[in-house]
């Protein structure tokens, strides 16, 4: 390393260093309330009967568990509420739920009134063997004719509860994409199905079937039709956060349970470094994008049960050495480039950020197990992260 790497590396560490151990970033959540508005935040609007499992829809999509989503719903309308995910100061997803459908009578005015504008996917939640749902295809109807943009995804749940025998398994590889469903699907449980789909007959809807239950029910595998679904979701609402949401499964052999858990906050501080690296100007978004990844490694070595001191830091940084100096140097060159110059150091900034958090979290993984990671190793996840993120963030950007 030359004398003008180590310094560029001095300097980045050490003003990361000094956001990190900052008590408050000065005038950082007032300058982040103006950069939030333009990012976008994808509105899931969950509708269906209590029971129908809205909730293990959630679960299933985010891999928050359920007492967190139990206590993040917060009420919106007297008869529905929202869940911002992973949290309402940095959502990446935003959930709406109905409450009430066929245990009274529904009129969707209220909730129409209050997501017109907000709302990019109607997801419909049907129990398979439930025949009782004409509230909610009623429902469905006046939303798709006062929105008939809105995207349409009819999820039929708890297949098992239409197996033969209880010691029945899910039939692999999964079969409901297939048209006509082929003869290994129980042919109740077909009938049922295809009852349920002509309720939808006049709307453009895709249908995916899923089971999810949990690990002492017995099916496996417990997210079932869970790949189908995000690719539902992606076909009709093509976005680099679904993206990076499902792409948690491209480091799970480094990753243990808490990095599960801080997967979705790093995903939402890199979305919203894309927003904040964008600002036009050549250094004066530089102190928000450390500040924001700052309030991310706080945010991560909280999940870890740790105390983020400065040992632990300089420890961090010295394994990862110059990894990040010429992306932080080189994101604000770009600034210089008018236009496309700033989104390109908008998907820079994000892309850094999700990095920094997954090399983090290996790192804290080290730790907590008393051996810590080589270099090459926190290199080689920083670098595949980068790209990852970086690819991803770009289609959103575009």
Request: neutral net charge.
């Amino acid at each position: 390393m030359t004398i003008a790497d180590r310094w560029r590396t001095s300097w980045t560490w050490n003003r990361l260093g000094k956001a990190l151990f900052s008590p408050k970033p000065e005038g950082l959540d007032a300058k982040l309330e103006q950069v939030k508005p333009h990012l976008p935040v994808p509105v899931f609007w969950l509708l269906g009967k209590t029971q129908s499992g809205k909730t293990s829809l959630i679960r299933a999509l985010t891999g928050s568990d359920t007492a967190e989503i139990g206590n993040g719903f917060q009420p919106c309308t007297k008869s529905s509420r929202f869940y911002d995910f992973p949290s309402r100061s940095h959502p990446m997803l935003r959930f709406l739920d109905t409450r009430g459908i066929g245990e009274a009578t529904y009129d969707p005015s209220e909730d129409l009134a209050w997501c017109t504008g907000q709302a990019h996917l109607l997801l419909v939640v049907l129990r398979a063997l439930d025949m009782n749902q004409a509230e909610v295809v009623a429902a469905v109807q006046e939303i798709h004719a006062q929105h008939p943009h809105w995207p349409i995804v009819v999820v039929q749940t708890s297949l098992h509860e239409g197996y033969p025998t209880t010691d029945a398994e899910h039939i692999l590889p999964y079969p409901y994409q297939q048209t006509p469903f082929p003869a290994a699907v129980p042919h109740a449980l077909t009938q049922v199905l295809l009852h349920q789909r002509d309720w939808f007959k006049s709307l453009p809807v895709q249908f995916v079937p899923v089971d999810f239950t949990q690990a002492e029910d017995g099916y496996h595998p417990v997210d079932y039709g869970l790949d189908a679904l995000w690719e539902s979701i992606e076909t009709v609402l093509p976005t680099g956060v679904i993206g990076l949401l499902r792409g948690s499964e491209q480091h799970k052999e480094l990753l243990d349970f808490h990095a599960q858990h801080a997967h979705p906050h790093i995903i939402g501080y890199a979305v919203l470094n894309a927003g904040v690296g964008a600002i036009p100007l050549p250094a004066v978004g530089l102190p928000l994008v450390l500040a924001v990844q700052a309030k991310l490694f706080h945010s991560i070595a909280s999940i870890y049960g740790l105390e983020l001191t400065r040992r632990l830091y300089a420890e961090f940084t010295t394994l990862l050495g110059a990894g990040i100096t010429a992306g932080l140097l080189g994101r604000e060159l770009l600034k210089l480039i008018p236009v496309y110059g700033w989104a390109v150091a908008g998907v820079y900034s994000g892309a850094m950020t999700f990095a920094l958090g997954k090399a983090f979290c290996v790192y804290l993984y080290g730790v907590k197990r008393g051996a810590l990671p080589n270099h090459a190793t926190l290199q080689k996840v920083y670098d595949e992260a980068f790209v990852h993120a970086r690819q991803l963030l770009k289609s959103r950007s575009g």
